[in-house]
C-alpha cells in the first residue's frame, strides 16, 4: 500500500469490520504480518487526526472549569457504562476481576458522557468487568466536575449518585412488596426518553466491530486505544451529518 487513500481505507475497514489479520492480508494482498504492523503504525495516526479535528473524548475531567471550556455547547448529560468481551485470561486472579456477572463473560468495561447531541464528551480509561458502574464513577469523578446547572442522567445502577449531588436525573426505584404511583411511572418513562440517548451514542460508537467483537488482539490497553478511536469516528460522523 503506497496511497495514502489505500491505508485510510485500510484503517477505517479494520475498525468497522475487525478482520483477522489473516483475512485481511487477504482482501488487501498482504502477508498477516505486514496486515499487523500497518494497523498498529495507521492507528495512532488516526487517532492523532481526529484528536486535531477535537472529536476525541476526553479521559477525565479535571475541574468545573475545564468542562464549561471544553463543551459550552452541553445543555444536558447522560452517563451509562458499557462492555466489550475478551478472551478468558488465563491467569486465575485475572479471570475472577475481570467476569462480569452482568454479562456472564469476561470483559472490559467503560463508561460514557455524551450530551443531548449524542456526542461523546467523556470515555473513561478501560476497567475490570467486575467493577460495578457506581465505583468506577465514584473514581473517574465524573460527576464532580459537572456544573450544578447542567442535568444529569443515569440509570438504576448508579442508584446512590442523587444524594450526593443535586442535578442527578434517576428513575425512581420500586419500593419493596409495592407499586410505583402513575405519577412514578410517567416520570420514570420521560427520564428513560433523555435516557436513551446514551445508549444512541454507545450503538453509534457499536457500529464499529473493533468495539463490539470479542477483543483478539495481545497487545496491552489496545483494546482502550481501540474504542477511543471508534467515539472519535462516531463524533466526527456528527460533526460532519
Not at 468545573?64 to 457504562?81: K, L, N, S, T
Request: net charge positive.
Amino acid at each position: 500500500m503506497q496511497r495514502v487513500e489505500d491505508k485510510l481505507f485500510f484503517i477505517l475497514f479494520y475498525f468497522k469490520c475487525y478482520p483477522t489479520f489473516d483475512v485481511a492480508g487477504v482482501l488487501f494482498d498482504l502477508h498477516r504480518s505486514r496486515a499487523h504492523r500497518w494497523m498498529l503504525r495507521l492507528q495512532p495516526l488516526i487517532e492523532t487526526v481526529l484528536g486535531k479535528k477535537m472529536v476525541l473524548p476526553e479521559r477525565k475531567l479535571e475541574s468545573i472549569e475545564e468542562f464549561i471550556a471544553r463543551f459550552p455547547y452541553a445543555q444536558e448529560v447522560m452517563i451509562d457504562g458499557t462492555e466489550r468481551p475478551i478472551q478468558r485470561p488465563k491467569d486465575e486472579e485475572k479471570q475472577k476481576s475481570h467476569y462480569s456477572g452482568k454479562k456472564k463473560r469476561h470483559t472490559r468495561k467503560h463508561l460514557v458522557m455524551t450530551d443531548q447531541a449524542k456526542r461523546v464528551l467523556v470515555l473513561s480509561k478501560a476497567r475490570e468487568g467486575k467493577v460495578h458502574d457506581k465505583r468506577q464513577l465514584n473514581e473517574e469523578k465524573l460527576v464532580d466536575f459537572v456544573p450544578d446547572e447542567v442535568p444529569i442522567h443515569v440509570d438504576l445502577g448508579f442508584q446512590g449518585l442523587q444524594k450526593e449531588f443535586v442535578n442527578i436525573r434517576i428513575p425512581d426505584k420500586k419500593p419493596r412488596g409495592k407499586q410505583l404511583t402513575e405519577e412514578q411511572k410517567q416520570s420514570n418513562r420521560e427520564k428513560s426518553s433523555d435516557r436513551v440517548k446514551c445508549e444512541h451514542t454507545i450503538s453509534g460508537i457499536k457500529r464499529y466491530k473493533v468495539a463490539t467483537a470479542v477483543y483478539r488482539n495481545h497487545i496491552r490497553d489496545l483494546d482502550d486505544r481501540f474504542m477511543l478511536t471508534a467515539a472519535g469516528l462516531w463524533n466526527f460522523y456528527l460533526m460532519a451529518a
